[in-house]
């Protein structure tokens, strides 16, 4: 596979400088580095939420298998968009990791996958909940030869009531209540433009994997993780899900407008729309002198955030008459120099190419020399063992040998 891009400025350099870390071995026998360097991840999950975990712990160092039915995780036929004729869904989220096709009907195949779980550190699956119990996949049976796993279950809607329900993100955003928050208040609900939902949920079982290991080094127990799309939605919309807790209001559809801070939204300037996110009176103040309107900070309509918050209806196009005096690049400079909170909209590529001129290194090579591919830079820097990006994203079954090859060395956890 040759590294191909339709902009060559989103294309990372093969190699790059990387500070050394404290070197270990993984189960492979690779060098690694990563704060994970040296723990074993049994990825039985696919599409989203538990790849994207696997995939973070995978970028730390921990050595991932990613155990997949015959016909392999869904997001490989998740096409358009390709790179390669591979999808970029797919390639996205399962990089660092070795892949083992297993079908859990055939006694040896089945042998082999309670083979690689028993020899784990950690256990990553999103089956339906009790999915993998005829298996003898589940915690108990896992846990009962090897009794130091930390086992994390990611599931929809939780092992109870809602056990049988699908876990889509888009169900979840619609359950949450959050599509009830997202679009115009005219017009109807939408979803999210990515799987949020998902992400989070992913980042809840990273957290729960990481401090799960950390018990284990004081307690030399494991124990089993259990997230759901719909707490981490729950938990991720904070303050809405909060206010109404908290006051008992529901929130409704705002469009881009926040219910508590004003201005918090795109205003239009004379060429384009312009965000402003002004989160206190200061910053309210500051905007005022900038844009010369210097009367408006003390206004007794929008002396404070409630009161902007209140009357914004008002607010709004006094500062569209002013802010169309310039373009939107210009008011930019000009908000940025006075160091007050404001972004053009970009799509995707801007958003790149920002991070980049921001010296942020969004974009890195994975894997190396021909068969390298762009990535995303995952998003923790560590100034002694950082992250690494070894592995292109697998084929399906492409690391049987080594895989079986290891299981045969590998020593049962106790």
């Known amino acids: 596979m040759t ?41 039985f999950s696919r599409v989203l939420a538990g790849p994207y975990c ?31 004729g591979q999808s970029t869904y797919y390639l996205s989220i399962n990089r660092n990791k070795r892949s083992i096709a297993l079908d859990f009907g055939d006694p040896d195949d089945l042998e082999t996958a309670r083979g690689i779980a028993e020899s784990a ?10 999915g993998l119990d005829r298996f003898g996949l589940d915690h108990a049976s896992i846990a009962e030869r090897n009794p130091a796993v930390v086992y994390a279950s990611i599931t929809g809607f939780g092992s109870a009531g809602g056990a049988a329900l699908p876990g889509y993100d888009l169900l979840v ?8 928050l997202t679009g115009d208040p005219e017009f109807p609900a939408y979803r999210s433009g990515v799987a949020v939902f998902d ?8 957290i729960g994997v990481l401090s799960a290991l950390h018990e284990r080094d004081r307690s030399g127990r494991g124990q089993r993780i259990e997230v759901n799309l719909m707490s981490s939605a729950l938990s991720g919309m904070v303050n809405q899900t909060a206010g109404f807790l908290l006051s008992g209001n529901v929130p409704t559809r705002m469009g881009n407008e926040h219910p508590s801070i004003y201005p918090y939204e795109p205003l239009p300037t004379a060429d384009g729309d312009i965000v402003l996110a002004i989160g206190n009176d200061r910053q309210f103040r500051t905007l005022c002198d900038v844009i010369g309107a210097h009367d408006l900070a003390t206004d007794p309509r929008f002396a404070t955030p409630p009161d902007r918050s209140h009357n914004r209806s008002e607010l709004r196009p006094i500062l569209q008459e002013l802010l169309a005096a310039k373009p939107a690049s210009e008011w930019f400079d000009i908000f940025t120099e006075a160091r007050l909170p404001c972004a053009p909209i970009n799509d995707v590529r ?14 890195v090579a994975v894997g190396d020399g021909d068969d ?3 990535g995303v830079r995952n998003p923790i820097t560590f100034s002694a063992t950082p992250a690494s990006y070894d592995l292109v994203p697998p084929g399906i079954d492409a690391d049987r040998g080594d895989i079986l090859e290891w299981l045969c060395s590998a020593e049962p956890r106790t």
Do not use: C, Y
């Open 3 to 43: 590294l191909q891009s339709n902009d060559t400025a989103f294309a990372p350099e093969a190699t790059e400088d990387r500070q050394p870390g404290r070197p270990h071995q993984d189960a492979f026998g690779r060098t690694a580095s990563g704060p994970l360097a040296g723990i074993v991840v049994a990825d």
């Open 54 to 84: 696997t995939m973070l712990l995978a970028d730390m160092g921990a050595t991932v298998i990613k155990v997949e039915g015959p016909s392999g995780d869904e997001t490989r036929a998740w096409k358009p968009p390709v790179f390669d």
């Open 121 to 130: 550190d950690v256990v990553v699956e999103n089956f339906k909940p009790g």
């Open 173 to 180: 955003q619609a359950m949450s209540g959050l599509m009830s």
């Open 199 to 206: 992400v989070i949920t992913g980042l809840h079982a990273a």
């Open 350 to 363: 801007g958003g790149i190419e920002f991070a980049q001129r921001l010296g942020l290194e969004p974009v």
């Open 372 to 374: 390298a591919l762009p």
